[in-house]
């Protein structure tokens, strides 16, 4: 019912609490209470709060670098989509492949002419504008999505490594030793009990001896 009961709390907790670095590059850390079950309990609990703080902090970091490449990942996805879109439609109009059908068209287009097939030679000739009017659109299309393509998989690795760094919970701490109950008490030790009773007793009896002797000469 205190009105600090947070900073008294706080200040027991210093005082019986000690965490400190060993030579080992380890974390010992010691709990002194009243019950001893119950500060084995507490140092048990420091070292598994230490696994939930930096499972989140590092959960928390790790989805907002998965949520950069998942924007990413779908916004390419999309692109590509469009680039095939593109192709598609350049397709329907009877191009598939601009570098064969150009020279075969090329080759035709020679003969027809050389043969004197006039009407099928200007036929030819219509086709290779066609081909040149859509075929520099298709090249590039093409070679542009051969490139995002590469990029779509490259992102597609480090997505799904986001997503598992995002998603998985790693212990992050290994038990040298777990906490356990002392066989003797930490505070305060039997002999400096003894030693202060006795020195109390001895104090206190010159102190009654000396009221005595007072009330005596009275």
Do not use: C, W
Request: net charge positive; proline share 2%; aromatic share 10%.
């Amino acid at each position: 019912n205190s009105k600090i009961k947070y900073t008294r709390l706080d200040k027991k907790m210093k005082k019986n609490i000690k965490i400190r670095k060993t030579k080992y590059m380890s974390i010992e850390v010691s709990v002194i209470d009243n019950d001893p079950q119950v500060a084995a309990s507490i140092a048990t609990d420091i070292g598994n709060f230490l696994d939930s703080a930096i499972n989140k902090m590092r959960h928390d970091l790790a989805y907002q670098a998965f949520q950069i490449v998942e924007k990413e990942y779908f916004s390419l996805q999309q692109e590509i989509n469009k680039l095939e879109d593109s192709l598609k439609i350049i397709r329907n109009l009877g191009l598939y492949d601009y570098e064969s059908q150009s020279k075969a068209l090329n080759e035709a287009y020679v003969k027809a002419l050389s043969d004197g097939k006039t009407e099928l030679a200007n036929k030819l000739k219509n086709e290779l504008k066609r081909l040149a009017d859509y075929g520099s659109t298709y090249v590039t299309l093409t070679e542009f999505l051969s490139n995002e393509n590469k990029r779509l998989s490259e992102l597609k690795s480090k997505y799904v490594e986001a997503k598992v760094d995002a998603e998985q919970e790693l212990p992050q701490k290994f038990i040298v030793l777990n906490a356990f109950v002392p066989e003797i008490k930490e505070y305060p030790k039997r002999t400096r009990i003894v030693a202060v009773t006795t020195v109390s007793t001895f104090f206190l009896s010159i102190l009654l001896l000396l009221i005595i002797d007072y009330f005596k000469k009275l």
